[in-house]
């Protein structure tokens, strides 16, 4: 039976209990007299506080305590003395093991629902699915079941539908609203080659793609598990938690005895009093508040990382970015873009273009892409080269409108003409560690194109943030001295370390381990040792998997501003987390003098059932805290680029 209908059924039999303590100084009682209460409170134990009694006696066989262990011998205590009361015709008080049984469940309904609240993220990630794709069948499109999808369907989505699965365009382009999934607010414009998100919403246009992934290969299926997973891990501080738990309920125990002792032995109450204050001590003390602080904090904090495209894996990341000193990036992907761009045209860049487009569209080259690229947005229609020639190590030459044309790069000087000015214009581009490719016509270099892969028009915001933070920013790349120094100096790096062989970035990363805490952040599958390694593996979503199952945080936006919004979320988690804490222990040790009687001569008691309905605020208070950091401003130096 679940919480839920026990906390109804303790409810529904308790209520003529609690009408019968309020009324009985008015003379009234319940029909039946202490015979009904025995009924109604035994129907209480034997159904909604019979779980409690059975997980405290499954842990006592064990050598253990735990939290029911308060319940339980609150409550039988309760009953058990209750019978012996009425066997010789004193007072008593079932109500006291009916309310507390039921103020004890209503703070774990209380709980659940809060529970919920806060995985809700992940049941709206699992809302968002399509249930049916349009895929190419026998050369006409058809709609199937999405389970009916296989990797390599050709899948055409018109205008307002949900893109079914992930893939890659084939034909066709439109705007893309990702927010569901990475978090982005804006639109992302899409045409042939990029990768569309299962799950996200096309917006204007009809365009057909391949599936890549589907079923849980996905990312929102990915997303939804790395979430769950999250949500049911533990943070290191929960096993303090546990041990504190396994030390405080014995402690508790004794109290309780001594609590009785005192006031029956020594300062003569009646067993009845006496067992109520004791009764009220094992029930105030249950630290239901403390074993929820932690994990209700996890599972909120994991959630809202959902909905801002962070994938936070596990407790553990959270509690290691509290500490982290340094933060190592790899280059290429993560700081750059990752694939080469033009960034500069030197000459008539309408001429120059024309005629590197016209050479370039039969090479297979990145750096050839990179500027047929930026040939198509400048709107250039390149002729049709003819008598298209390779030569090895310099470039290519061709006929473009029977003109001889040639692209390559500085060993073709030795061929071709060049004026001081283009020469002198191409030393700064080198300089700046940007890769020159020369143009000519004619016998004469008419024009430089420079391609670099450039740095992310985030990046250079990202690493400020982080340097706000006083955060030390390394960079570890396998590029040469002299690119990595130019990106370094772009984007604020602290320090570079280049030339690093894939299988040696792990060592690096353990030598900054020796000044405190590192926290690493790459996409490659050259990253992964290093991911692995540091203390907090930061994986670009954009990066491979394998990358991103050893991170332990996972950037779905593939924004590397979102490096400073995850520490600031983890902290902000985790920081509630011990607040949680220092709450649950400070109601323990308020309420348990209180319980046991120590301030009766100015009137200040608790019964057992009063005891037992703070202690459900309590859980309640820590289970609110948690909720509330739905609601946190999660401060990020990290600012629009």
């Not at 992907?333 to 487009?357: K, N, S």
């Not at 470039?395 to 029977?402: I, L």
Request: with cysteine.
């Amino acid at each position: 039976m679940n919480t839920t209908k026990r906390f109804w059924i303790s409810l529904i039999f308790s209520l003529p209990l609690l009408a019968n303590m309020i009324l009985m100084p008015f003379g009234w009682m319940l029909p039946g007299g202490d015979w009904t209460q025995l009924i109604l409170t035994t129907i209480i134990m034997a159904v909604s506080a019979r779980p409690f009694l059975q997980s405290a006696w499954a842990s006592f066989t064990k050598h253990h305590v735990n939290m029911d262990t308060l319940v339980a011998i609150g409550t039988a205590t309760a009953y058990f003395y209750s019978l012996y009361a009425m066997a010789t015709g004193q007072a008593v008080f079932f109500e006291s093991a009916a309310l507390v049984t039921t103020f004890v469940l209503l703070g774990q309904v209380f709980e659940e629902r809060m529970r919920h609240n806060a995985s809700s993220a992940v049941a709206k990630l699992v809302g968002l699915q399509a249930k049916e794709a349009e895929v190419l069948r026998d050369q006409e499109f058809v709609k199937v079941p999405l389970d009916q999808v296989v990797v390599g369907d050709i899948i055409r989505v018109k205008p307002g539908e949900k893109i079914p699965v992930d893939g890659v365009i084939t034909t066709g382009r439109s705007t893309v609203d990702e927010s569901m999934v990475t978090g982005e607010s804006m639109p992302v414009q899409k045409t042939v080659a990029d990768a569309v998100i299962g799950s996200t919403i096309n917006s204007n246009g009809t365009f057909q793609f391949k599936a890549s992934k589907v079923g849980d290969q996905t990312m929102l299926a990915q997303i939804v598990e790395l979430v769950k997973k999250a949500q049911n891990s533990h943070a290191p501080i929960q096993k303090l938690t546990d041990k504190v738990s396994d030390i405080f309920v014995p402690i508790v125990l004794i109290i309780a005895i001594v609590t009785f002792l005192t006031w029956y032995v020594f300062l003569n109450a009646s067993l009845a009093n006496a067992l109520i204050f004791a009764v009220a001590v094992v029930v105030i003390a249950c630290p239901c508040a403390l074993g929820l602080a932690t994990p209700t904090a996890l599972m909120v904090g994991t959630g809202r990382g959902a909905k801002m495209g962070i994938l936070i894996k596990n407790g553990e990341v959270l509690e290691a970015v509290n500490d982290v000193k340094t933060v190592i990036f790899d280059k290429t992907g993560t700081i750059t873009v990752g694939h080469p761009q033009v960034t500069d045209v030197i000459g008539d860049e309408a001429q120059v273009l024309r005629v590197a487009t016209s050479l370039e569209a039969a090479s297979e080259h990145p750096l050839a892409a990179a500027i047929l690229k930026r040939g198509t947005a400048r709107g250039i229609q390149a002729p049709t080269a003819t008598n298209f020639q390779a030569i090895e190590g310099k470039g290519v030459t061709a006929q473009v409108e029977g003109q001889l044309a040639v692209v390559g790069n500085h060993k073709l000087l030795t061929d071709e003409p060049i004026s001081a000015e283009l020469q002198r214009q191409a030393t700064e581009l080198q300089d700046a560690a940007k890769t020159v490719v020369y143009v000519g016509l004619n016998h004469e270099i008419i024009g430089l194109i420079a391609i670099q892969d450039v740095a992310k028009s985030t990046s250079e915001v990202a690493i400020a943030s982080l340097k706000a933070r006083g955060l030390k920013t390394v960079m570890l790349t396998g590029d040469n001295e002299r690119v990595a120094q130019a990106v370094a100096d772009q984007v604020g790096i602290d320090e570079v370390i280049a030339d690093v062989l894939p299988g040696d970035k792990a060592e690096h990363v353990h030598a900054f381990q020796k000044a405190g805490k590192v926290a690493f952040v790459g996409d490659g599958i050259n990253d992964a040792p290093a991911l692995t390694t540091a203390d907090v593996g930061i994986a670009m979503g954009s990066g491979t998997d394998i990358a991103i199952d050893a991170g332990g945080i996972v950037l779905v936006k593939n924004d590397l501003r979102d490096v400073d919004r995850a520490l600031a979320l983890s902290k902000k988690t985790f920081n509630r987390i011990k607040l949680n804490l220092f709450w649950a222990f400070v109601y323990n040790v308020l309420g348990i003098p209180v319980a046991a009687g120590l301030f009766f001569a100015i009137g200040l008691t608790l019964s057992p059932e009063l005891a037992g309905l703070a202690m459900a605020f309590s859980s309640l208070s820590v289970v609110t805290s948690s909720v509330l950091l739905n609601k946190a401003k999660i401060s990020s130096n990290a600012q629009p680029a």
